[in-house]
């Protein structure tokens, strides 16, 4: 400019929005509550890592256990056949009792094949449930002795699970973070006010400005997002009670199925203990020479077989103990897992 004044305008301006009605602290707490929402769903993932290693757990352990069950029956029945075979030789058994006998011999050596397969693939499943390669669990002895605590009471299972289940925490927190967003739509009801001081240099002029700015929800006052809010905190709360309803049937159908296997644990221990002594009397007879050998083998593998049977039950008695630790989210087997390779370790 020939008049030597500067032809340059430019302009800084800043805003500094102001919410108003707590908008806010009802945001910050919607975020709090979904990102616990978001570490107790983490939990549950965890607790269903710990659940496909317990499952794997009772495999392996069953396998074993029914290994050596099984074996026993079947050195049972050897010692059976091999006394009728010879007694059978001396013209006092006929063939249709020998081969009777035999049959149920291969039908014990075919279980314990059975069992020693299950066992190889039970140790391949805790392998990979674990995260480790197989051959790092080839050379570990597991043994497995569990203490089962009684059946807790309906009610106090239902209160346990329905108030400290990670799931319904989760949800709950989902609820939670659900009315903080509808008090948040609310809210926004209420207009927010932004204050903007503002510079501008005017040709070789300096201007300064305050401006203050809000907008006014005259005509919808927000109705739209506050009827959204709604619905998503409705949504939530018959998502907490439908997990709530089905949490206490998972738990019922647990205790239930403890009781169950309690009972048959009951009867196959009863059976055991009938077995047991009715072996006792005829060995005496045995030796007072009222019966033969042949009896006290026979009476023998019925023993063995009770073992087997009250074996199983117990097995079936850990399964339904682990469903109700899923239903409950609770540890109810107390394992002591003793696993050794050179040297015994004990590990919980």
Known sequence: SSSGISP?????????????????????EEARHRAEAAHLRVACD???????????FLDLAEAQESAALEEAVAVACEALCAAMERQRAAGEFSRFDLTEAQ????????????????????????????GLPTLALEHIDFRFEAGLPDA???????????????DVLAALKDYEASQSALQLAIAGQYPDLQIGPGYEFDQDDNKWSLGASLSLPVF????GAISKALAQREASAAEVLALQSRIAGEVDQALAAVRAAEGRGAAAAALLAAT?????VIESLQKAGEVTMLDVLAARAEVAGAKRDEGTVRM??????????????????????LWSQKSTVTSN
């Open 152 to 166: 807790p009471e309906a009610s106090d299972a239902r209160r346990t699970a329905l108030t400290g289940r990670a």
């Open 103 to 130: 049959v149920d011999l291969h039908r014990a050596r075919l279980a314990v094949s059975d069992s020693q397969a299950r066992r190889t693939v039970a140790r391949a499943r805790l392998a990979a449930a674990m």
């Open 8 to 28: 340059w305008i430019f302009g800084l301006g800043v805003n500094f929005p102001i919410e108003t009605a707590g908008k806010r602290r009802f945001r910050t």
């Open 276 to 280: 047991a002594q009715r072996l006792t």
């Open 46 to 56: 965890a607790w269903h890592i710990r659940t496909a290693v317990r499952e794997a």
């Open 220 to 223: 919808h006052q927000n109705q």
């Open 316 to 337: 079936e008695r850990r399964r339904a103990f682990g469903k109700l630790e899923d239903a409950l989210q609770r540890p109810a087997i107390l394992p002591e897992t």
